[in-house]
């Protein structure tokens, strides 16, 4: 969907190197997600956030981290503490009681 | 935690023939079931949702079906296109005041064959 925008498109990440995945919305959504695909795979939610300033971990936190300073931004670290950080990662965003729509999404790969 | 599952992982049509795509769910409480159609590389596109107060909703050539009950529900494509071939997953969640967390299904990878 055209509001919700991340980048970097396609993300390098060296050996023990932390790195952020930008996810920017403009459709006043309260709440934000982020999820991983691996391929052949669904998705799987890492992090959600339902409030500015609240957050709550998914099935698959480990190794990640993530803020809401703003309703409009909810920036996900990978950590070097993720072994197994490749994967297509995707942000998404929703109106309260309404369906979730996703942005283009972020591939991860490891150098 | 909800536990959806998806079946089957490929599905191979012709054109013009309908595909059928099914799903289980495990928490009924679950109230909502969306459906997202992916193309390759591309993001996720809700195609058609269903909350738990329908049993049935048409868009088109597309179809859900929901048993609350057995807990599953099923995606419906009539006349088959080329255009129709990507993943498709399913998903449930149970939606409150704040937004839903989604469980997906593994995926379908739907081709349609001329």
């Known amino acids: 969907d055209g509001g919700i925008t991340q980048s970097p498109k396609y993300l ?18 309260d709440a934000m997600y982020w999820y991983r695909q691996d391929p052949g795979q669904g998705l799987r939610l890492i992090y959600y956030s339902q409030i500015v300033n609240d957050f709550q971990k998914g099935d698959i936190a480990e190794g990640y981290s993530v803020s809401r300073e703003k309703k409009e931004s ?3 670290t ?12 995707l942000c998404a965003s929703s109106l309260q009681l309404a369906p979730q729509h996703f942005g283009d999404g972020t591939r991860l790969s490891i150098l | 935690g ?3 599952e998806q079946h089957p992982s490929t599905l191979s049509v012709q ?11 495990s928490d009924s409480a679950s109230n909502y079931f969306p459906w997202y159609k992916q193309e390759l590389g591309k993001r996720p596109q809700l195609i058609i949702d269903i909350r738990s107060n329908v049993g049935e909703k048409k868009d088109q050539r597309i179809a859900v079906t929901l ?5 599953h529900f099923s995606l419906h494509i009539t006349e088959t296109q080329p255009e129709d071939s990507a993943v498709y997953f ?5 939606i409150t005041g704040g937004g839903n967390k989604l469980t997906f299904g593994t ?3 739907l081709k349609v064959e001329l």
């Open chain 1, 12 to 29: 390098f990440r060296k050996e023990g190197q932390n790195v952020t995945l930008s996810c920017e919305q403009n459709l006043n959504h």
């Open chain 1, 74 to 76: 909810f920036p996900l």
């Open chain 1, 78 to 89: 990978v950590t070097s503490a993720q072994k197994n950080p490749t994967a297509f990662y």
């Open chain 2, 2 to 4: 909800e536990n959806v």
């Open chain 2, 15 to 25: 054109e013009g023939d309908s595909a059928v795509i099914k799903c289980t769910y």
């Open chain 2, 67 to 71: 048993n609350k009950t057995a807990k």
């Open chain 2, 90 to 94: 399913c998903a449930a969640s149970t």
């Open chain 2, 107 to 109: 995926g379908t990878q």
